[in-house]
């Protein structure tokens, strides 16, 4: 089983800065990844699948990049609303698993 | 828009079994894969497994001794059982739509992937006597 990383537990940026979150797979994978935004008592809202593609309806400021083992969300210009937590995802094939991180906490200064 | 709702009893003892299913309204069930995740009270997301429209599973080998997952086409729904349930289970409980894509070949099979694109709004289920 890969083991997902995420750093750093919690980010504290202000209105319109950058925000750039990690993920780190135990051992090299593809691009397998997916990062999902999590506001408190809501269910989680995917953001980006294949590591850099934006999922429908996400707004440009979101972007993901990278690939195994070592992936980064960046919001290029955070809105009070990107309050939330982050998780990535790896999607393992075979045998067919997936695997959240532990989560970035944002925060607005 | 697919919409999925999920339904099941609040509460459960320990030592029973936990037994949920998720509605899929809106959208087929066919063609794609079926997801359980759950997270417990203040922590992360955890996978539990998912089931195809065909009816083949996968499952979080950390689960996989208590867990089966299965699918009902007729009625456009799935469901998930978890046998001997303890605190620990205590959790919201969500079930998503996985879709996913073919990117290769290696010679194990096709490379795949696939992520959780619409999810339910969850139900919190509580273990206690």
């Known amino acids: 089983e890969i083991e997902m990383t995420q750093s750093p537990a919690t980010l504290s940026v202000s209105p319109g800065e950058r925000a750039t979150l990690f993920c780190r797979a135990g051992q090299s994978v593809t691009s397998n990844l997916a990062w999902y935004q999590q506001k408190p008592g809501q269910a989680p809202r995917l953001l980006i699948y294949?590591?850099?593609t934006r999922a429908t309806g996400i707004p440009a400021r979101f972007s993901g990049s990278g690939s195994g083992p070592e992936f980064t969300l960046t919001i290029s210009s955070l809105q009070s609303e990107d309050s939330a937590i982050y998780y990535c995802?790896?999607?393992?094939?075979?045998?067919?698993?997936?695997?959240f991180g532990p989560g970035t906490k944002v925060d607005i200064k | 828009q697919v919409q999925l709702q999920e339904s099941g009893p609040g509460l459960v003892k320990p030592s029973e079994t936990l037994f949920l299913t998720c509605g899929v309204s809106d959208g087929p069930i066919t063609g794609y894969r079926w997801s359980w995740v759950r997270q417990p009270p203040g922590e992360a997301l955890e996978w539990i497994g998912y089931v195809s429209h065909s009816g083949s599973t996968g499952y979080n080998p950390s689960l996989k001794s208590r867990v089966t997952i299965s699918v009902d086409t007729s009625k456009n729904q799935f469901s998930l059982r978890l046998s001997s349930v303890t605190a620990a289970d205590t959790a919201v409980y969500y079930c998503a739509r996985s879709v996913g894509y073919s990117y290769g070949l290696s010679r194990f099979g096709e490379y795949n992937n696939y992520y959780m694109d619409v999810w339910g709004k969850g139900t919190t289920v509580i273990v206690s006597s």
């Open positions: 995802q790896h999607y393992n094939n075979w045998p067919p698993i997936f695997t």
């Open positions: 294949g590591a850099s």
